[in-house]
């Protein structure tokens, strides 16, 4: 590919000595090579920033900057600010990218002209694969489809497997806040913002589900959220089978916290909202639901086995 826009990919890193020097050979030898690669180190209390340093001293495109420890969206903003990318790409620093990734969404972005790319991924330590169908939006329709895809195929709120344009960030003065559903709070703002995408077909990235003590595993039961932002956002983009799984969630937790006080609870109306999800033809969405709050599994039996 010739003149070869400036890629900037940012990796936070927090004590993952085990799997930090494959997730960061997999950035080093992409087959794309303009990139600038931030790695952020948290405060890490391993041997994770020796592995950095090391890597640095041998590939001049990797910068170190460590910080003490405030968490991923602090790590990630501060990478923003240091990035001169024009385009930028977030990964995680326990998983691993084919060598083509990079180039290949670039040249998706380039041909499509878009402002956002997204693809799909394998589990490492599962035989999942998850892929997106082949689309291109340029307008407020063809966006409502691209979003209605992410979300359907469970692929919005992940960071690692888009492309953004550091414009869109800049103008936008887009950032992370929070510790918990801060990704997907930052695809929404960036999502409104952005005019076009493409979804690629494409399977690029390798990610490590479950490890014990990520931030994935560790969160899985909690989210932060902005109402403001959510209802802007399924305004612009509705979802009616999406919105019902919202409300399930919202009576799974209020379920939840009743019971911790010993509170009786009416099964009834989450009987009815699942009735209705499954009549959409879309159990998997309940099987989403389960992963996303591992806790509620207990809750599932007690409303459907008593």
């Known amino acids: 590919m010739d003149n070869q826009p400036l890629v900037t990919v940012i990796m936070p890193v927090y004590n993952v000595e085990n799997y930090l020097l494959s997730a960061l050979n997999s950035v080093i030898q992409q087959t794309y090579h303009n990139l600038e690669i931030i790695v952020i180190d948290d405060g890490s209390t391993d041997t994770s920033k020796s592995i950095i340093e090391a890597i640095a001293q041998t590939d001049q495109r990797v910068q170190l900057i460590s910080l003490q420890n405030g968490g991923a969206a602090n790590a990630r903003n501060v990478g923003l600010k240091h990035a001169n990318g024009e385009w930028i790409y977030f990964a995680d620093s326990d998983d691993v990218l084919d060598e083509n ?9 380039t041909d499509a002209q878009v402002e956002l790319v997204a693809f799909g991924y394998r589990n490492i330590s599962s035989p999942v ?3 997106l169908p082949q689309l291109t939006a340029h307008n407020q329709s063809e966006m409502e489809q ?3 895809a992410l979300r359907h195929n469970f692929l919005f709120p992940f960071l690692w497997n888009k492309l953004y344009k550091m414009k869109i960030i800049h ?12 990704d997907e709070r930052f695809n929404k703002q960036y999502i409104l913002a952005a005019k076009s995408a493409t979804l690629i077909e494409d399977v690029l990235y390798n990610y490590r589900q479950g490890r014990p003590g990520s931030l994935m595993q560790t969160q899985a039961n ?3 959220t902005d109402q403001e932002l959510e209802a802007r956002f399924e305004a612009k983009f509705p979802d009616a089978e999406i919105d019902l799984l919202n409300q399930i969630t919202a009576e799974f937790i209020r379920i939840r916290n009743a019971t ?10 989450i009987k009815i909202k699942f009735g209705k999800l499954i009549q959409m033809q879309r159990e998997i969405q309940i099987k989403y639901l389960l992963i996303k709050h591992p806790a509620l599994i207990k809750l599932w039996i007690m409303v459907f086995e008593r």
Do not use: M, W
């Not at 103008?171 to 801060?182: P, R, T």
């Open 129 to 131: 694969v998850k892929k």
């Open 146 to 148: 691209v979003v209605k």
């Open 171 to 182: 103008d936008c003065q887009l950032n992370f806040v929070g510790k918990i559903g801060e």
């Open 222 to 224: 909690s989210i932060d």
């Open 101 to 109: 990734l990079i180039q290949r969404v670039v040249l998706a972005a």
């Open 260 to 269: 911790k006080h010993g509170a009786r609870y009416n099964r009834t109306p």
